[in-house]
């Protein structure tokens, strides 16, 4: 009877054990996490400020313009028109994406609202979608690069 209590002593503590690790773990993971935010929002304000004090604030990005690029996404060929108004994105449109399904194009939204925010696409792609947004992103570097990204 001693060494079945013992066993389940030992037993309880092991799993007292792993749900501490986990507990553990679990906080690390979120502490982790935050701080890669906190940097990349430090780096964001930092860029901005860098840009500030050089005086390139006031210097267009791209010259003004429509400017059309291809990319390949997951169903092939996407060609992309990015407007450019007073040296930034305006606008970006799928121009075609013929083998791509709707839905994966419709899932582009964000990511297109994303590359206008950002101005430029440093910015991440669509979870369920990844080769088509990679093919967008493709496509508006390649055009961003005609209208001289500077």
């Known amino acids: 009877m001693k060494i079945f209590l013992m066993k389940i002593i030992n037993c309880i503590l092991i799993i007292a054990i792993l749900f501490s690790y986990q507990s553990f773990a679990t906080k690390r993971e979120r502490e ?3 701080f890669n935010q906190k940097v990349k ?8 400020e ?17 400017y059309q690029g291809t990319g390949i996404g997951f169903g092939g060929k996407i060609v992309v028109e990015v407007s ?4 930034d994105i305006s606008t970006v449109d799928i121009v075609s994406a013929k083998k791509e399904t709707p ?3 419709k899932m582009m939204t964000s990511l297109i609202v994303a ?3 950002e101005q430029g696409t440093d910015v991440d792609v669509v979870s369920g ?16 690069s005609k209208a001289g990204n500077k």
């Open 129 to 144: 979608a990844t080769f088509s947004s990679n093919g967008v992103l493709d496509a508006v570097d390649d055009a961003l």
């Open 84 to 87: 450019v108004e007073n040296g």
């Open 115 to 117: 590359i206008i925010d």
């Open 32 to 34: 982790v996490l935050a």
């Open 50 to 66: 860098s840009i500030r004090i050089s005086g390139e604030q006031n210097a267009p990005k791209y010259a003004d313009g429509k």
């Open 103 to 105: 839905d994966y194009v």
């Open 41 to 48: 929002v430090e780096r964001k304000e930092w860029e901005k």
